[in-house]
T-cell receptor
């Protein structure tokens, strides 16, 4: 079985500062890894995903994440935070099974101050 | 664009009522999912379906059932609602042909309050 741990339920940054949201996974087989974002009162939308093609994955809105097998990590970064980045971020893991079921982390709320 | 719609954004029900949550997707996706989202717990999978009339239990199926009579529609049923089922319910769909690397597309969610 796979699992995901997101370190920090809340992360606060100033506008223009680096954003770093941490995700560690556990999987007995090579994983697929995802970051989703949820803006207030909305569903989740995909930011980016790792499907083994490249370890550095670029997503929407200037976010990127790097898959590090040795550290079992898939941390999300953005060089410069914007007020509009304030949202909840979820890391998720899947494996190459017949169904695309995801196991989600508990989420990290990103707060951006002016 | 893929569109996943949920029948209600907010719902208030009484304990013991039978509750139906409806989800419709317009992209001919094979897979559909129901999650519940609670603060500090993230999203947890209740049930999913990979074809019409087919269903599989997720991590927390107790107290819920599902129905998929048509490919585009996936219903979540609370047979006898209880206060511990007060939550945000999210529906999602995916293509169903590419295994674990598929993107799931989410609806806006239904916030259910059981009194």
């Amino acid at each position: 079985a796979q699992s995901v741990t997101q370190l920090g339920s809340h992360v606060s940054v100033s506008e223009g500062a680096l954003v770093l949201l941490r995700c560690n996974y556990s999987s007995s087989v090579p994983p697929y890894l995802f970051w989703y974002v949820q803006y207030p009162n909305q569903g989740l939308q995909l930011l980016l995903k790792y499907t083994s093609a490249a370890t550095l994955v670029k997503g929407i809105n200037g976010f990127e994440a790097e898959f590090k097998k040795s550290e079992t990590s898939f941390h999300l970064t953005k060089p410069s935070a914007h007020m509009s980045d304030a949202a909840e971020y979820f890391c998720a893991v899947s494996v190459n099974s017949g169904y695309s079921t995801l196991t989600f982390g508990k989420g990290t709320m990103l707060l951006v101050s002016p | 664009d893929v569109k996943v719609t949920q029948s209600s954004r907010y719902l208030v029900k009484r304990t013991g009522e039978k509750v139906f949550l409806e989800c419709v997707q317009d992209m001919d996706h094979e897979n559909m999912f129901w999650y519940r989202q609670d603060p500090g717990l993230g999203l947890r999978l209740i049930y999913f379906s990979y074809d019409v009339k087919m269903k599989e239990k997720g991590d927390i199926p107790e107290g819920y059932s599902v129905s998929r009579e048509k490919k585009e529609r996936f219903s979540l049923i609370l047979e006898s609602a209880s206060t511990n089922q007060t939550s945000m319910y999210l529906c999602a769909s995916s293509v169903g042909t590419s295994g674990g690397q598929e993107t799931q597309y989410f609806g806006p969610g239904t916030r259910l309050l059981v009194l």
